[in-house]
C-alpha cells in the first residue's frame, strides 16, 4: 500500500484536511509576500530629526479650573500674619492663586482654606511663576507646586 493511500485512509480526513491545505497556502503566501531582509553591512538611513517643539502645557497632570476659592496665604514660619488670595486653578501637582501682592520665585508659602476648620493642616507651597494678571488689574497670578503633596481629600477643599 502507497504512502497516498494511506494518507488517504486516515480517520477525519474531510475535517482537518481543509486546515491543513489552509496553513499551507497561508504560509506561503507570507513567505512570499514578506520584505527582504537588507544585507548585514547595509546601513539604514536615519529618520530625519524632528524639531522639538515646546508644548504649550508642561504640567504632566490636569489642570481644574472651577469656583475660586478663598484661602489664607502666610509664611510657613508665621502662619499668624496671613493675607486673603484666591485659588483659581488646581491639579494634583499644584494650584495657581491669585494675590494682591508681588512674591518672589522660590519662595515657600503657607495656605490654609478661609472656610476650613482649624485642624485642617496648612499646605506648603513653593512659588514657581509670578506675573500680573491679565483678568484681575491689580492681582498677581502665582503659580505653585506642592512641596510635599497633600493627601486628595484635603486637596478638595481647595474647590
Known amino acids: 500500500m502507497g504512502i497516498l493511500q494511506q ?26 509576500t514578506r520584505p527582504a531582509p537588507t544585507p548585514a553591512g547595509a546601513a539604514t ?3 530625519p530629526a524632528v524639531e522639538s517643539v515646546k508644548p504649550p502645557e508642561q504640567r504632566g497632570a490636569f489642570r481644574r479650573q ?15 500674619e496671613t493675607e486673603i488670595g484666591s485659588v483659581l486653578d488646581r491639579s494634583v501637582g499644584g494650584m495657581k492663586l ?36 491679565e483678568e484681575m488689574p491689580g492681582q498677581f497670578d502665582i503659580g505653585c507646586q506642592y512641596v510635599k503633596s497633600p493627601p486628595y481629600s484635603i486637596q478638595l477643599l481647595f474647590g
Not at 9 to 19: A, E, H, K, N, V
Not at 127 to 133: L, M, T, Y
Request: with cysteine; aromatic share 12%.
Open 7 to 32: 494518507f488517504l485512509q486516515l480517520p477525519y480526513l474531510y475535517l482537518w484536511l481543509p486546515g491543513l491545505v489552509f496553513v499551507v497556502v497561508a504560509a506561503g503566501f507570507y513567505w512570499l
Open 45 to 47: 538611513p536615519s529618520p
Open 66 to 80: 472651577g469656583n475660586p476659592v478663598q484661602v489664607h496665604v502666610g509664611s510657613p514660619d508665621n502662619k499668624n
Open 98 to 133: 491669585a494675590l494682591f501682592a508681588e512674591m518672589p520665585i522660590g519662595t515657600v508659602i503657607s495656605i490654609h482654606p478661609v472656610h476650613a476648620d482649624a485642624i485642617v493642616p496648612w499646605i506648603d507651597l513653593e512659588i514657581r511663576s509670578c506675573r500680573p494678571s
